[in-house]
C-alpha cells in the first residue's frame, strides 16, 4: 500500500480504493501503522488488529513503553482498553487538558468521511508537535468511582454483544468480514452503528435497506454507544435512535425498554 500510494497519483489511489473496496479512512490509518517505526520495537506485544494498533499508534512513546511495562498492551488488547488506558495516564500525568487549545470553525455543515479523515490528518500534525488531538468524546471526566462504574457497565455490554453476535458473524463469508472490517469476532465492537447493523441483520449477504429489520445486537451497541460517550448531544441521540426503534419495530419495544431503563438511565 505505502509503494502503491508512492507511486501513483491521488486519483489513480482513489481509484484503487474503490476497486479492492477498501474505506479511505482504513487506507490511512494502515499508512500510519506502516509508518510508525516505534510499533516494531515491540512486535511480539501486539495484537492483531488494525484498530487495537492504531489506537497504539496514538499513544506518545512514553505511554507506549508504560503500556508494555505494565502489560496493557498485549497479543489479545483492544481498542478500547488502550484509549481508557492512556486516557487515564494522561489525567493522572496532569495531561488530560493541554495548557494550549486550538478550537476550529466552520462554514459549512462536515461530512461524516470527511470529518474522520480530517481528524486523522490533523491527528498527525499535533504528533509532530508533541500536542495531542482532543475533543468532546474523547474527555473523561477525572471521577475514579464514576469510571470504575461506568468500565463495569461497558464490560457487561461488550459480553452480551459478543454473545448474541456470534451467529451473525459465525455466517458471514471471508469476503464480508474483509468488507466490513471484522477480522475476529471482537471486531464487532468496534464498528460504527452503521456497518454494525448490516453485520447483524437476519440476512447478512444484504445490505442496509428499507424494511430490513434491526435485532438485538443493534440495541445493545447503541446502549454501549451510550456508555463510552460523555457527550449529551449524543447521549440524546442513543435514546432517541432506540425509542423511534420501539416504534418501528414492536418486537424489540420490550427489549429496548429494559436497555433504556438498565443501561442509559444517566
Known amino acids: 500500500m505505502a509503494q502503491y500510494a508512492q ?7 482513489k481509484a484503487f480504493q474503490e476497486k479492492v473496496e477498501i474505506n479511505p479512512q482504513v487506507w ?8 510508525d517505526e516505534r510499533l ?10 488494525y484498530t487495537t494498533l492504531y489506537a497504539i499508534h496514538r499513544m506518545s512513546d512514553e505511554e507506549i513503553d508504560a503500556a508494555v511495562q505494565q502489560g496493557v498492551i498485549h497479543l489479545k488488547a483492544s481498542s478500547h ?15 488530560g487538558v493541554p495548557p494550549w487549545r486550538c478550537l476550529l470553525v466552520f462554514d459549512r455543515e462536515i461530512e461524516k468521511k470527511e470529518f474522520s479523515i480530517m481528524r486523522f490528518r490533523l491527528n498527525e500534525i499535533a504528533r509532530e508537535y508533541g500536542a495531542s488531538l482532543m475533543s468532546e468524546w474523547d474527555y473523561i471526566k477525572n ?9 463495569q457497565v461497558i464490560s457487561e455490554l461488550e459480553k452480551k454483544i459478543l454473545e448474541i453476535s456470534r451467529p451473525f458473524y459465525d ?8 468488507q466490513a472490517g471484522v477480522i475476529q469476532l471482537e471486531n464487532l465492537l468496534h464498528l460504527d452503528i452503521t456497518t454494525f447493523g448490516w453485520v447483524t441483520r437476519p440476512d447478512s ?31 440524546f441521540n442513543c435514546k432517541r435512535r432506540l425509542r423511534d426503534l420501539a416504534e418501528k419495530q414492536p418486537d424489540l419495544k420490550e427489549l429496548i425498554e429494559d436497555v433504556l431503563a438498565t443501561y442509559m438511565t444517566a
Open 7 to 13: 507511486e501513483h497519483t491521488p486519483d489513480q489511489v
Open 28 to 35: 490511512l490509518r494502515l499508512l500510519a501503522l506502516h509508518r
Open 40 to 49: 516494531r520495537k515491540c512486535l511480539e506485544h501486539l495484537p492483531a488488529s
Open 81 to 95: 482498553a488502550i484509549l481508557s488506558w492512556s486516557k487515564q495516564n494522561r489525567q493522572r500525568s496532569g495531561n
Open 143 to 151: 471521577d475514579s468511582a464514576s469510571d470504575e462504574s461506568k468500565q
Open 171 to 178: 455466517r458471514m463469508s471471508d469476503e464480508e468480514k474483509q
Open 205 to 235: 449477504k444484504t445490505k442496509i435497506g428499507k424494511g430490513r429489520p434491526y435485532t438485538p445486537p443493534y440495541v445493545y451497541k447503541l446502549a454501549l454507544q451510550f456508555q463510552v460517550t460523555d457527550s449529551r448531544s449524543q447521549r
